[in-house]
């Protein structure tokens, strides 16, 4: 069974880190790109960075560009989504996703992807 699983969110002061989590299990993370969105209340998910499989392209919005970093540790099968400089504005629910996702061509290349796939969320919430 194909799955992912966020973890690593909580509340923090603005101008905090965090360092989230994307683990997969039931398949081999490190041959495809992955994504990172956040869904802020009110408002649509939105598509934050992505990481490539082979050659390790990434990809940052310009909300995010700057503060955040994505990485991946392909022997622990898991993506991670440092956070630094964290802004009130960034509150919000965080999904890790894989798939034919059109964020996730930013990062893609000539790549294979799998089933679409989403993780249920971690919530990060930035506040004094």
């Known amino acids: 069974q194909v799955q992912l699983v966020e973890s690593g969110g909580g509340l923090v002061q603005p101008g905090g880190s965090l360092r989230l989590s994307c683990a997969a299990s039931?398949?081999?993370?490190?041959?495809?790109?992955v994504g990172w969105f956040r869904q802020a209340p009110g408002k649509e998910r939105e598509g934050i960075s992505c990481?490539?499989?082979?050659?390790?392209?990434?990809y940052y919005s310009g909300s995010v560009k700057g503060r955040f970093t994505v990485s991946r540790d392909n022997a622990r099968n898991t993506v991670y989504l440092q956070m630094n400089s964290l802004k009130p504005e960034d509150t919000a629910v965080y999904y890790c996703?894989?798939?034919?996702?059109?964020?996730?061509?930013?990062?893609?290349?000539?790549?294979?992807?799998?089933?679409?796939?989403w993780g249920q969320g971690t919530q990060v919430t930035v506040s004094s």
């Open positions: 039931g398949f081999t993370l490190d041959d495809y790109a």
């Open positions: 996703a894989t798939g034919h996702i059109p964020f996730i061509y930013h990062c893609a290349g000539y790549g294979r992807f799998p089933d679409e796939s």
């Open positions: 990481i490539g499989s082979s050659d390790g392209t990434t």
